[in-house]
C-alpha cells in the first residue's frame, strides 16, 4: 500500500493560528481531488475537528455538498485529556493505523501548544512539518535566541530542538536518508508593514540555514477566515452555489494567499481547482 504523505501542524506556542492553517490545507487538498484523514491532537479544545462537524451540519441543512476529511475515532477528548500518557498515545497511534487502512492520499495532524508525548510522537511521523508564527520576536522566541542587545541570533531554541530530536527518531527508525520538511510560515500578518518585520525576517533567513527549515507565505489576519469558521467553510470552498456570506474582493486575495502557501508546500499540483471564480 501507498503510504500517505504525512503533514503535522506543529508550534508549542498557542494562538500561531494552527487550527487555521490547518483547515485552510485540508480543504485545499480536499478540492485537488485527494483524500485526506485528519488527527486532531488538541485534546481539549479540538477546533480542527468541530469545523469539519460543523461543515457536514451546514451542507445538510442547506442541501449541499462538498468533500470531507476521514475524522479516526479518539473518544471524548476532554476525556482522553485526563488519562495517562500511554494511553493518549495508544489513542493517537490507533487513530493514525486508521487512517492509514483507509489508504488516504494525505494524513494530517493538528498538535496543540506546548510540549508533550503526543506532540512529539506525532512529529516523529512527519514527511512535513508547517509551523506558523507571528511577525513577532515573542513567537520567534520558540525557534531561536537572540542577544537582547544587538538582536543578533545567538542559538536555536526549544522547538527547533523539538524538530531536530523527530528528525533524529525518524532517521533512526526508517533510515539516515528519511527527512522531515520543514516549512515556517509567517501567519496572521496585519496588512500594514510592521515595524520590526525586516529585523525579524533577517534572524529568520539566518535560522533557516542553520536549523534547515524553509520560510514561506501564510495567510493574513482578514475577518473572512474566521467568519466562515462558523459554517465548517473556507475560501476554497465558495462557489456560485456556496456562499453564506458576501463575496468580495478579499476573497479572492484570500484565495490567492491560499494557493501561494500551498505551492510553498510543494503542492502545485492541488492549485488548479482553487482558481474557479468566487
Known amino acids: ?26 480543504t485545499g487538498l480536499l478540492h485537488a481531488g485527494r483524500t485526506v484523514a ?6 481539549r479544545q479540538r477546533s480542527m475537528q468541530r ?4 461543515r457536514l451540519a451546514w451542507l445538510a441543512a442547506n442541501e449541499q455538498a462538498l468533500p470531507q476529511p476521514f475524522i479516526p475515532d479518539m473518544g471524548d477528548g476532554k476525556a482522553l485529556a485526563k488519562t495517562d500518557v500511554a494511553e493518549q498515545i495508544a489513542v493517537f497511534e490507533r487513530a493514525f493505523d486508521e487512517a492509514l487502512a483507509q489508504g488516504v492520499d494525505c494524513i494530517l495532524i493538528d498538535t496543540p501548544g506546548g510540549d508533550t508525548a503526543v506532540s512529539s510522537a506525532a512529529h516523529a511521523r512527519a514527511d512535513q512539518i508547517v509551523t ?11 525557534l531561536g535566541e537572540v542577544d537582547p542587545v544587538s538582536l543578533e541570533l545567538l ?11 523527530a528528525r533524529k527518531q525518524r532517521a533512526i527508525a526508517q533510515g539516515r536518508h528519511a527527512t522531515i520538511d520543514w516549512l515556517v510560515v509567517t501567519n496572521r500578518l496585519a496588512v500594514a508593514e510592521a515595524r ?10 539566518k535560522l533557516a540555514k542553520r536549523v534547515g527549515f524553509r520560510v514561506g507565505p501564510g495567510l493574513r489576519d482578514r475577518v473572512i477566515y474566521r467568519e466562515l469558521f462558523p ?3 473556507t475560501v476554497a470552498d465558495l462557489s456560485n452555489d456556496i456562499r453564506p456570506v458576501a463575496v468580495s ?6 484565495r490567492q494567499e491560499l494557493r501561494n502557501l500551498m505551492m510553498a508546500m510543494g503542492l502545485e499540483q492541488v492549485i488548479a481547482p482553487l482558481d474557479v471564480a468566487a
Do not use: C
Open 132 to 142: 506558523p508564527m507571528n511577525d513577532s520576536f515573542v513567537d520567534f522566541d520558540l
Open 51 to 54: 469545523f469539519f462537524l460543523n
Open 155 to 165: 542559538k536555536p531554541s526549544i522547538y527547533s530542538e523539538s524538530v531536530w530530536e
Open 1 to 26: 500500500m501507498t503510504q500517505p504523505h504525512v503533514i503535522v501542524l506543529g508550534n508549542e506556542k498557542g494562538g500561531a493560528g494552527k487550527s487555521t492553517l490547518a483547515i485552510h490545507i485540508v
Open 249 to 254: 474582493l478579499a476573497h479572492v486575495a484570500a
Open 38 to 43: 485528519i488527527i486532531d491532537l488538541d485534546l
Open 231 to 233: 459554517f465548517g467553510l
Open 196 to 205: 520590526n518585520r525586516k529585523r525579524l525576517e533577517e534572524r529568520m533567513t
